[in-house]
């Protein structure tokens, strides 16, 4: 007999790789493969991961109503190889949060691995003239001159102009630390340069390398 | 009626118009349309953390041609009222940190699973249970409806309910549970919604150990 959609949804609601949906269903790969992409379909599902990840599969039992534009765990996830788990959904409404934005977004948390996870984002900056600007309206100018210097040690990033780097340079009156007590044991040089407590070692910064 | 388009152009509206960040929470049947089980509401009820904000909210509200209307038609003798802000068929709650009887606790605020961004607006939008716990705290026309509609179309984590609900007894004086005890068993018993009969006797007990404490016991 078939099973109701509303059924199927209650027996996978939550998070689900195609392995989980099989099992939970007791139906075969192709099966399982099919009713996700009916569900999606109905707009039930939610799909991340691929590539190098898994794929994941969340489902809901309520149609997803999506508004405006994504949030700032969006934007990193979309742009980062290190993948951050949503504490929760954030939208954006009536505009667009562009990468210069997300990386002061990214800084004011003082989260580790937020701003961990955006340091990927330095080399997809386009307007480093904006970037500036925002960060010295946030306060954070010296914080992002020296996550500037750590990515370029680490990924291919835009050089950013003399001028706006003295200017971050000279910012006066900002806290030490980028994350709370949080100190590194290597870029020495660049936290004597920036007066600024780098939060990470050298070994946090392989993945981004991926 | 609101419907989920209306609420955002108003949402926006507030947004564009404030000079400085304010954040605020959504309960009741707004925070239902973003959960996606409901097409349209009466109201847009919105819980503040200060009598300052609301401050800045009415103001924006009524140059945006709002206007106050008489609290007592719809909370006739209740405490912790809201500020209402009508135009036309548009209305606005404004409550501050407490709804009725219910608080906005740091556990809730912990819940919050959406974040909506009305540029200076920031709109969070509390859980499907804390939805259930206010529909409780309001007791207005519908909300046994919509109580039971959330109960349907979530897996409602009831000890997340139970554990709010004794919560509440400890910030204010309040019988929160016995309250709840009634909601719970007439949404069981006359819109047949799936509550569980051992959260139905859990929230009994508590209920009548507090009635003790309060009253005394029977003799």
Known sequence: MKESIESILRKLEGLNTIDLIER?????????IKKISELRKLGYVETSGGGKQPRFYRIYRVKI?????PGLYDIINQNS????????????IGKKLSIEEAIIRAIKTENYRVVLAALALFNKIKDYSRLYELAKKENVRRKLGALYEV??????????DD???KLMLNAKNERKFIVPHAKSKDFKDIQKRWN??????????????E | MIDLDKQNQLLSLIGEKLKEKIECYIVGGSAMMYHGVKGETKDIDVVLDDEKSRKILEKILKELGFKERDVRVLYFRKKNTPLLLQRGEERFDLFVKKVITFEITQS???RIEKVYEYDNLIVKVVSPEDIILFKCATERPGDRIDASNIIKSFDVDWDVIVEESINQTKLEDSLFPVFLFDFLQELKEDFKADVPNEII?????IGEEMMEKRYGKDK
């Open chain 1, 81 to 92: 190889p290190i993948k951050l788990s949503k504490p929760f959904e954030e939208r954006i």
């Open chain 2, 108 to 110: 809730m605020k912990n």
């Open chain 1, 196 to 209: 600024m407590y780098i939060p990470f070692n050298k070994q946090d910064l392989w993945r981004l390398k």
């Open chain 1, 163 to 165: 001028k706006h780097l």
């Open chain 1, 151 to 160: 990515a370029r040690r680490v990924i291919r990033t835009k050089k950013i």
């Open chain 1, 24 to 32: 939970k269903l007791n139906v075969k790969r192709s099966t399982a």
């Open chain 2, 201 to 205: 006797d859990k929230v009994m007990k």
């Open chain 1, 65 to 69: 109503s999506k508004i405006g534009n």
